[in-house]
């Protein structure tokens, strides 16, 4: 399995945490808002991976729009929630982008 998937199911599990309506708000409330901060940085580096390994990246964006806007409240568990789908998604299926002009012998990684 490819570090971007693993890294896009435990994402997903971390949202999906998050989403729940009290706890997940206690818990972000607790933490001074750094939990956002935190999934801003990991759905960064989880995009990194994705896009190394040619995986589908609208998983990642869409996490880290909400760590960005989930300090509005109910704006926040709604798009915890989304995100959360999203990333299981992304994550799930299986498609990569393909580069239809090298084949994975020519291709190059600088």
């Known amino acids: 399995m490819k570090i971007s998937k693993i890294l896009?199911?435990?994402?997903a599990v971390f949202e999906l945490l998050l989403a729940i309506p009290v706890?997940?708000?206690?818990?972000?409330?607790?933490?001074?808002?750094?939990a956002l901060g935190f999934m801003?940085?990991?759905?960064?580096?989880?995009?990194?991976?994705a896009a190394r390994e040619r995986v589908p990246v609208y998983g990642p964006i869409v996490g880290m729009v909400?760590?960005?806007?989930?300090?509005?409240p109910i704006l926040g568990w709604i798009m915890h929630l989304a995100s959360g789908i999203v990333l299981l998604f992304n994550a799930l299926s299986g498609q990569q982008r393909?580069?239809?002009d090298r084949s994975d012998a020519q291709r190059r990684f600088y």
């Open 66 to 72: 909400t760590a960005a806007l989930a300090w509005i």
């Open 40 to 49: 801003f940085v990991y759905h960064l580096v989880t995009l990194v991976f």
């Open 23 to 34: 706890l997940g708000g206690a818990f972000v409330i607790g933490t001074g808002y750094t």
């Open 8 to 11: 896009l199911l435990v994402g």
């Open 98 to 100: 393909i580069n239809s």
